[in-house]
């Protein structure tokens, strides 16, 4: 069999010329270099939120090969940057679990069986490790009580995902008891201990059978963070944005958990003063607490300077790493990188506008990129609603086009055009839904606030009305949205669900005594009193035939009415 032989290229001398009389073109091909970022954070099993350390994987690979007694074909630092580069490719925060998934692929990409095998085995062997933990009988009783409440697995996990806070005094979750305990004491604190006994051990009663509640959000919150800041017991609030106060409000807002709706109407956005060019003085020095406090100072003293010509130098050196448990309020810290962006952000949007005014879609975009930096354990506190003039257009169009890529900050709020008092011309209406549908989001929605205030009392209308991020309640300026719960089942009567919504009106009659909103203007607590809003909700409608019939539905209106006063 012949041979193979390398084809007859011609000879190259040193000049680049062919011995043989021919010339050779010598190209050189530009060296491409890729840089990965790697992730700044990983999520551990626990919810914790760690820095992401490269070192961590190497080791983890060194342990492995030391195991099987033999030194790996690649070296490990090379194993390792390749692992980070696919987690880096993939995952923004990778979990524990994801990032051991990958080091399994690379092994094995990379032909070390014999070690993916027993890095394997080893995640099997610690999984296993940590389900057969011992737990104390006194620990097991405990959760035993509570999880007879649970009618289904889903209500379980809810509940142990979401509202049940970390006891540090006993070194665990608490259970649906305790939870229960720890809610109906505080409603005992709102009330000042002025409802008798018997009908707190009703309410008591009400909660562990799931058939009325407070608030998810008292739920989550009662007890020392509600004592500190009463604004993290209520869902939902509404604001104009009409002056640096509004930033700063929705900062403190949204670090509470609570929804943000608000209005960049010209109406409000014109109220801001014009901002001055920069006078290329030394920049303010600032320290930033460790604290929402904190936060909110260092957002309006940076807004103050920026808007009269100043600039300020930022100091984060106090604030706790991201990851760090946060013990009142519960989760775990962002560290000061989401603040930084914001303030960054803030200040870019200021400074584009020197000499000028502070347009709408600014005050749009400074607004969700404060919703930006409310964020603990990677997940973002807060939910918001942006209304607008209906003539608009950068409003209308804030979300056409590759948005995403210079302006990803405008995902958290959904965005709703305020449509004028005078009717609308019908070739208005049909471009208002059109463009609904062609931007595939049903974006920007419709307010009405006309038809609003022909549908309220003769005492409200004195107020420009908005509503919350869910478009469920109508709101003036300045004020939260008090929820009560009633919840419907399907083997509900007339009697029993008038037992459930009069539980959830009381509940929600206590509720609207918390106005300590610390930081916020004083029309907050003002319009909070003077209204006292209430409202019932009836959870599980679709499972209860007698929930959606409508005069039942009128009758039970009339059960709150009659309980609330």
Same mark, same amino acid.
Not at 69 to 90: D, F, G, W, Y
Not at 350 to 361: T, V
Not at 471 to 480: A, N
């Given at each position: ?55 961590? &994987? ?19 630092? *090379? $194993? ?33 069986? =014999?070690?993916?095998?027993? +890095? ?44 049940? !806070?970390?006891?540090? *005094?006993? %070194? ?17 604190? $709102? ?13 008591? *009663? ?5 058939? #009325? ?9 009662? %007890? ?8 993290? &017991? ?9 002056? @640096? ?66 600039? &300020? ?21 962002? %560290? ?10 803030? !200040?870019? !949007? @200021?400074?584009? !506008? ?39 257009? =950068? ?31 019908? /070739?208005?209406?049909?471009? +208002? /839904? ?38 469920? &309640? ?19 009567? +007339? ?8 539980? #959830?009106?009381? @509940? ?5 005594? #918390? ?13 909070? =009193?003077?209204?006292?809003? $209430?409202?019932?909700?009836?959870? %599980?409608?679709?499972?209860?035939? @007698? ?19």
């Amino acid at each position: 069999m012949p041979s193979k032989q390398a084809p007859n290229l011609p000879e190259k001398s040193k000049n680049g010329a062919a011995k043989n009389g021919s010339s050779v073109a010598v190209v050189t091909q530009p060296r491409i270099t890729v840089e990965v970022k790697p992730p700044e954070f990983i999520r551990k099993r626990d919810g914790r939120v760690m820095p992401f350390e490269i070192e961590r &994987i190497e080791n983890a690979i060194n342990l492995c090969f030391r195991s099987i007694n033999r030194e790996p074909s690649t070296p490990v630092s *090379e $194993l390792a940057q390749q692992v980070v580069n696919i987690i880096s490719a993939k995952y923004e925060e990778p979990s524990v679990e994801e990032v051991q998934d990958v080091v399994e692929m690379v092994l094995q990409a990379a032909g070390e069986y =014999e070690a993916a095998k027993s +890095y394997i085995l080893y995640r099997a062997e610690h999984a296993k490790q940590r389900q057969e933990r011992p737990i104390p009988e006194d620990v097991r009783n405990a959760f035993a009580v509570s999880d007879k409440f649970f009618p289904t697995q889903l209500q379980k996990f809810q509940f142990y995902d979401k509202y049940s !806070r970390f006891n540090y *005094e006993l %070194g665990r979750r608490e259970t649906w008891v305790e939870t229960i305990d720890r809610a109906v004491n505080y409603l005992k604190e $709102l009330s000042e201990y002025r409802l008798p006994a018997a009908l707190y051990t009703r309410i008591r *009663e009400y909660m562990l059978e799931m058939k #009325a509640m407070t608030s998810m959000r008292l739920l989550a919150m009662a %007890g020392a963070a509600a004592r500190r800041n009463n604004i993290c &017991i209520y869902n939902c609030s509404y604001m104009p944005v009409d002056s @640096i106060d509004s930033f700063v409000e929705a900062l403190i807002i949204s670090m509470c958990g609570c929804g943000v709706g608000f209005s960049v109407e010209s109406q409000y956005i014109e109220k801001f003063p014009r901002i001055k060019r920069q006078r290329n003085a030394k920049p303010v020095r600032y320290t930033i607490e460790d604290s929402a406090e904190g936060w909110a100072d260092a957002l309006r003293i940076g807004l103050q300077t920026w808007f009269d010509g100043g600039d &300020i130098i930022y100091d984060y050196s106090q604030i706790r790493e991201a990851g760090a448990p946060l013990r009142i309020k519960g989760g775990r810290a962002s %560290g000061p990188q989401p603040l930084r962006k914001m303030l960054d952000f803030s !200040r870019q !949007r @200021i400074l584009a !506008r020197q000499g000028s005014l502070l347009r709408p879609i600014d005050a749009h975009d400074m607004m969700c990129a404060v919703g930006n930096a409310a964020v603990s354990g990677g997940v973002r506190r807060t939910a918001m609603i942006s209304l607008f003039d209906f003539d608009d257009q =950068e409003m209308i169009q804030a979300k056409s086009g590759d948005f995403e890529r210079h302006n990803s900050q405008r995902w958290n709020a959904n965005n709703s055009t305020v449509w004028p008092d005078r009717p609308l011309t019908q /070739m208005e209406l049909t471009r +208002y /839904m059109l463009d609904m549908v062609e931007s595939g989001r049903g974006e920007p929605g419709i307010f009405a606030r006309h038809a609003i205030t022909n549908s309220i009392p003769e005492r409200r209308k004195q107020d420009v009305f908005g509503t919350n991020p869910c478009g469920e &309640i109508v709101l003036r300026p300045y004020e939260f949205c008090n929820l009560s719960i009633a919840i419907a089942r399907a083997d509900d009567t +007339y009697e029993t669900l008038r037992d459930k919504v009069e539980v #959830a009106t009381i @509940i929600g009659t206590i509720q609207s005594m #918390a106005t300590h909103f610390p930081g916020l203007r004083p029309q907050w607590k003002h319009n909070c =009193e003077e209204e006292r809003l $209430l409202g019932v909700d009836i959870n %599980g409608q679709l499972d209860s035939k @007698i929930a959606q019939d409508p005069e039942v539905m009128k009758m039970l209106k009339q059960v709150a009415v009659e309980t609330n006063r």
